[in-house]
């Protein structure tokens, strides 16, 4: 079984549509996050989340928001989509704070 | 503040050479180290951790060791193989910070035959 995965794992869309990417663990796990690999590999954290609290990266515009309908859930849905925000797209999931485990992304691409 | 700085690749090294990926951090704690390695097509993955000061870490033939003195760990392999090509990424979590997790850039290392 796998233990985070994210659907799909593709996304090609045109400019000014809404998406939404799915994650879900199978860990256990109380906190999840969501991250963006750009085309040169660097990773930036867009969110952290357990039932108690929400952490946003405050550079992450709010056409982007995380939604959570229980702890084993947290989907990403994106608003008016933008050439810029064409990029990997990774879920992960952790205990508190500990080794994060990482889905195989959603590679998407906004034409 | 936290931050992980990590030699710039890309890396291209023959079938059996020896690896070293430079990794060294700034945190305002006693921080956890860890390395990530992503395949293509694929997510990340721990590698490796140390948790504390002297600690080795090491999966796969891949070391590191956890240097409080010069705030480095580096990645090393005494002979890598083709199936090592990947992204390789040092990371720290600091309890100071909630044990946020800091990324590194990534290291892309390829391996010819």
């Known amino acids: 079984d796998t233990a985070v995965s994210q659907t799909p794992k593709y996304l090609v869309t045109q400019m000014g549509n809404d998406k939404s990417i799915k994650c879900e663990q199978n860990l256990g796990h109380d906190t999840m996050y969501w991250y963006k690999q750009d085309s040169k590999k660097f990773l930036k954290i867009m969110f952290s989340y357990n039932n108690k609290e929400l952490i946003i990266n405050e550079t992450v515009p709010n056409r982007f928001s995380p939604k959570s309908p229980d702890k084993a859930h947290l989907n990403l849905h994106i608003n008016s989509l933008e050439l810029g925000d064409s990029a990997v797209y990774f879920c992960?999931?952790?205990?508190?704070?500990?080794?994060?485990?990482f889905g195989a992304g959603t590679r998407l691409s906004v034409l | 503040g936290n931050s992980v700085t990590q030699m710039e690749g890309p890396v291209t090294l023959s079938e059996e050479a020896f690896l070293t990926i430079n990794c060294t951090y700034t945190a305002t704690g006693y921080p956890s180290l860890f390395w990530y390695v992503q395949y293509p097509g694929e997510g990340l993955q721990l590698l490796l951790k140390a948790t504390k000061a002297d600690d080795k870490g090491s999966n796969k033939g891949f070391e590191a060791t956890y240097r409080k003195e010069t705030t480095s760990f580096h990645l090393e392999k005494g002979s890598v193989q083709v199936s090592d090509s990947a992204v390789y990424f040092c990371?720290?979590?600091?309890?100071?910070?909630?044990?946020?997790?800091?990324f590194g850039t990534g290291t892309s290392l390829t391996v010819i035959p």
């Open positions: 990371a720290l979590s600091d309890k100071n910070t909630g044990n946020q997790f800091y």
């Open positions: 992960a999931s952790s205990q508190g704070k500990n080794i994060q485990y």
